[in-house]
């Protein structure tokens, strides 16, 4: 039976090249966004407020303001780790683990992670606000929905994401049961 798991010479130099590069840039990539979505949320109660088109700042109790803050982080730190996930797969590509089950689950993960952040960048805002709205005057609260292309592109990424790690489990599948035959 012959492994298919780490067939390295079977594409050009160039594309396990790219994979290292590609491999990087997802963690530099993935801790920047995370550092800098930290640095930016970090606000004041009143900056807080009129980020959500609040007016009145009295009532923002601090359990409004750290739940608000672990919801707005919620889906860069999903992000965050789905791009860790394709760091980790990109780097067994560049190793020429193509067909490996760890490169496959780690493609599946990314899918997952992607999707997650997505829905999370749904959903959350609207929770923030009703957060953010508990205590407000008559009038005073506010609730939001919104969706945006980040959003989208991210629910279309992992999607075809999730496909490439099927055909890839496919791909496997039927080279191990030809092997078997040979």
Same mark, same amino acid.
């Given at each position: 039976?012959?492994?298919?798991?780490?067939?390295?010479?079977?594409?050009?130099?160039?594309?396990?090249?790219w994979s290292r590069v590609?491999?990087?840039c997802c963690w530099l990539?993935?801790?920047?966004?995370?550092?800098?979505?930290?640095?930016?949320?970090?606000?004041?109660?009143?900056?807080?407020?009129?980020?959500?088109?609040?007016?009145?700042?009295?009532?923002?109790?601090?359990?409004?303001?750290?739940?608000? %803050?672990?919801?707005? @982080?919620?889906?860069? $730190? !999903?992000?965050? &780790?789905?791009?860790?996930? #394709?760091?980790?797969?990109? =780097? /067994?590509?560049?190793?020429?683990?193509?067909?490996?089950?760890?490169?496959?689950?780690?493609?599946?993960?990314?899918a997952g992670l992607m %999707?997650?952040?997505? @829905?999370?960048?749904? $959903? !959350?805002?609207? &929770?923030?606000?009703?957060? #953010?709205?508990?205590?407000? =005057? /008559?009038?005073?609260?506010?609730?939001?929905?919104?969706?945006?292309?980040?959003?989208?592109?991210?629910?279309?990424?992992?999607?075809?994401?999730?496909?490439?790690?099927?055909?890839?489990?496919?791909?496997?599948?039927?080279?191990?049961?030809?092997?078997?035959?040979?």
């Amino acid at each position: 039976m012959t492994d298919i798991t780490n067939q390295a010479s079977g594409l050009p130099p160039k594309f396990r090249r790219w994979s290292r590069v590609g491999s990087v840039c997802c963690w530099l990539v993935g801790s920047g966004i995370l550092l800098a979505t930290l640095a930016t949320r970090l606000k004041s109660p009143a900056a807080l407020a009129q980020e959500f088109g609040f007016h009145s700042l009295h009532y923002i109790a601090s359990w409004q303001e750290v739940s608000t %803050l672990v919801f707005m @982080l919620t889906p860069v $730190v !999903l992000l965050t &780790l789905a791009l860790f996930q #394709l760091a980790k797969a990109l =780097s /067994a590509f560049a190793r020429g683990e193509y067909f490996a089950t760890t490169t496959i689950a780690r493609l599946r993960r990314f899918a997952g992670l992607m %999707l997650a952040s997505a @829905l999370a960048g749904l $959903v !959350l805002p609207s &929770l923030c606000s009703l957060i #953010l709205s508990y205590g407000a =005057s /008559a009038g005073e609260g506010r609730f939001s929905v919104g969706i945006g292309s980040g959003q989208i592109l991210g629910v279309l990424c992992a999607g075809g994401t999730w496909l490439f790690a099927a055909l890839l489990t496919e791909t496997r599948r039927l080279s191990q049961e030809n092997s078997e035959f040979v």
